[in-house]
Structure formats: C-alpha cells, structure tokens
C-alpha cells in the first residue's frame, strides 16, 4: 500500500502560481494530479513515468508543468497564470502501470486532496 501526502494548496489571485507537491511513501512508476470541482468528474491535470514520460490533459499544457523528483519519490505540479476557473481540489493520484492512462479508474493510490482557489 502507498501513501500519498499533498501539499502546496491555498489561495492565489489571478495571474499568480501555486506549486503542489506529493510524496509517496514509496517508489512508484506513474504519479499523477487531477482536478474536480463539485459535481464533476476528476479530470487529468498531468502524469509523469519515473522515465520522464508526460501526459497532460485538455487545455492543461502551458500552465502548467509536472515534473518529479524519483529519488524523493515527490511530483510536483507548477502553477502559472491562474485563473478563476482553475479553483479545485487537486489530487495525487499514483500506479504501478506502464501506461499514462488519463482516467481516475486506472489509478490505484490517491492523496487526500489539497484544495486551490483563485479569486479575481
């Protein structure tokens, strides 16, 4: 069983960044944030492979960047020009799996979430 402990969340103005972090309480292939606001589904934010491999989900490269750490077993998630509509509870999410899979279903581990919220 892996752990996954988040932190980085809170409250920005628009325009401005955040950068979540995630450790695991061991080594782990796939790590990964989605996102969900109230009534919806978690959507992929960004996963990351131990190898450096990325997958971004729709609209979300550019803004924001994933990158890891293997030897922390830490993924980070960088937050740039946030807008409102970024508000969220942000969640790790990691996977002994070969595969950058984009949803929630083929992730086996899951953080407790760290809420952002941007205002205007």
């Known amino acids: 069983q892996v752990q996954l402990v988040e932190s980085g969340g809170g409250l920005v103005q628009a325009g401005g960044s955040l950068r979540l972090s995630c450790t695991a309480s061991g080594s782990i292939f796939i790590m990964a944030w989605f996102r969900q606001t109230p009534g919806k589904q978690r959507d992929l934010v960004a996963a990351?492979?131990?190898?450096?491999?990325?997958n971004y989900g729709a609209s979300m490269k550019g803004r924001f960047t994933i990158s890891r750490d293997n030897a922390k077993n830490t993924v980070y998630l960088q937050m740039n020009s946030l807008k409102p509509e970024d508000t969220a509870v942000y969640y790790c999410?990691?996977?002994?799996?070969?595969?950058?899979?984009?949803?929630?279903?083929?992730?086996?581990?899951w953080g407790q979430g760290t809420q952002v919220t941007v205002s205007s």
């Open positions: 999410a990691a996977v002994n799996s070969r595969y950058l899979a984009a949803a929630q279903s083929a992730y086996d581990y």
């Open positions: 990351e492979s131990r190898r450096g491999d990325t």
